[in-house]
T-cell receptor
Framework: AQSVAQPEDQVNVAEGNPLTVKCTYS??????LFWYVQYPNRGLQFLLK??????LVKGSYGFEAEFNKSQTSFHLKKPSALVSDSALYFC?????????????FGQGTTLQVKP | NAGVTQTPKFQVLKTGQSMTLQCAQD?????MSWYRQDPGMGLRLIHY???????DQGEVPNGYNVSRSTTEDFPLRLLSAAPSQTSVYFC????????????FGPGTRLTVT
């Protein structure tokens, strides 16, 4: 069965410091991997995705993510955090072979960036 | 484009009442889905549709019905509301399955008393 784990409920960083939000996944085949961000009282916004090829994926707002097949991880990163990056972040996975389009989400990680 | 729209934004129901959450998209997306979001549990798939006239169950379908008579609309019906259905509901759409990202609506916050 597919699953996604985000091991940290909350990540705290100081503004200007690099940030990492961790995600590991489990699928029986090859994965499509996604990161979404949710600001308070809003819907989820797409940040970036991994399809195939280059293991480093760049996305919106200066975020990037590194796919590591051997560690089944897809960690979200940003070189220099902003206070406005404070939000709830979700990792999600879908199998290549899925004909249902079912997207499995992690439980979310709250990012708090302090000035 | 308005994207994905949902109505209402907030709703309070009494146990046993029924209601329909509306969802519409103007991007001509084939794939639509409904999720519920509960604290510490991420988003869980309720029902999905791969095109007009085709729907199927997700992880947590009990107590909910859907239909897809047009490409644009995908309403979610609560048949007999229960307190366990208190949640935030999100509708999403995408061009297809596979590597396509989903676009989410703003959500409906439902409280069942």
């Amino acid at each position: 069965a597919q699953s996604v784990a985000q091991p940290e409920d909350q990540v705290n960083v100081a503004e200007g410091n690099p940030l990492t939000v961790k995600c590991t996944y489990s699928v029986s085949g090859n994965p499509y991997l996604f990161w979404y961000v949710q600001y308070p009282n809003r819907g989820l916004q797409f940040l970036l995705k991994y399809i195939t090829g280059d293991n480093l994926v760049k996305g919106s707002y200066g975020f990037e993510a590194e796919f590591n097949k051997s560690q089944t991880s897809f960690h979200l990163k940003k070189p220099s955090a902003l206070v406005s990056d404070s939000a709830l972040y979700f990792c999600a996975v879908r199998e290549y072979s899925s004909n249902t389009g079912k997207l499995i989400f992690g439980q979310g990680t709250t990012l708090q960036v302090k000035p | 484009n308005a994207g994905v729209t949902q109505t209402p934004k907030f709703q309070v129901l009494k146990t046993g009442q029924s209601m329909t959450l509306q969802c519409a998209q103007d991007m001509n997306h084939e794939y639509m889905s409904w999720y519920r979001q509960d604290p510490g549990m991420g988003l869980r798939l309720i029902h999905y549709s791969v095109g007009a006239g085709i729907t199927d169950q997700g992880e947590v379908p009990n107590g909910y019905n859907v239909s897809r008579s047009t490409t644009e609309d995908f309403p979610l019906r609560l048949l007999s509301a229960a307190p366990s259905q208190t949640s935030v509901y999100f509708c999403a759409s995408s061009q297809g399955t596979g590597y396509y990202e989903q676009y989410f609506g703003p959500g409906t916050r439902l409280t069942v008393t």
